[in-house]
């Protein structure tokens, strides 16, 4: 585990998802079975980061590591996932995280990040939420 600055810690190294399942969109033709025990090899051999985005395979990537993580002790998995960058209102975002966990048959995410171009600006000082903070589970301040 590495603490970072702001006293969150995370796993050092970690697995990533892209292209299990397809590229943008589910591949049918994916040996998924070969996927799944990719990730239970890497568990098994200590990696406890596993990075995902909605937008792998258009969230089958999400879907496999669901499958991939059932009867695992998943209070020491350290999930992360990302937001695909037409989905950065603060509703989208939540719709998008409720889709990913229920995807992944999971409750809590160790972290969330968005995807989107460094070219891009997804956010807009004209967003009726720009600013704006809520008690809710994600800040309105940062997603609107």
């Not at 051999?45 to 590591?65: C, N, V, W």
């Not at 995280?97 to 999971?106: F, G, I, N, T, V």
Request: charged fraction near 25%; charge should be positive.
């Amino acid at each position: 585990m590495k603490t970072l600055k702001n006293g969150f810690s995370m796993p050092m190294f970690g697995l990533g998802t892209w292209q299990m399942g397809g590229r943008e969109t589910r591949d049918f033709q994916n040996n998924d079975q070969k996927d799944i025990s990719a990730i239970q090899k890497a568990i098994e051999l200590g990696i406890m980061h596993i990075d995902t985005a909605e937008s792998y395979a258009d969230g089958y990537a999400e879907t496999l590591l669901g499958q991939a993580i059932l009867g695992y002790d998943r209070s020491k998995l350290f999930l992360t996932t990302k937001i695909h960058a037409e989905h950065l209102k603060y509703d989208d975002v939540l719709r998008s995280c409720e889709a990913s966990l229920k995807r992944m048959r999971y409750r809590l995410f160790r972290s969330i990040s968005h995807s989107f171009s460094k070219h891009a600006n997804p956010y807009s000082r004209n967003d009726a939420c720009y600013g704006q903070t809520s008690s809710r589970w994600l800040s309105k301040k940062y997603w609107c």
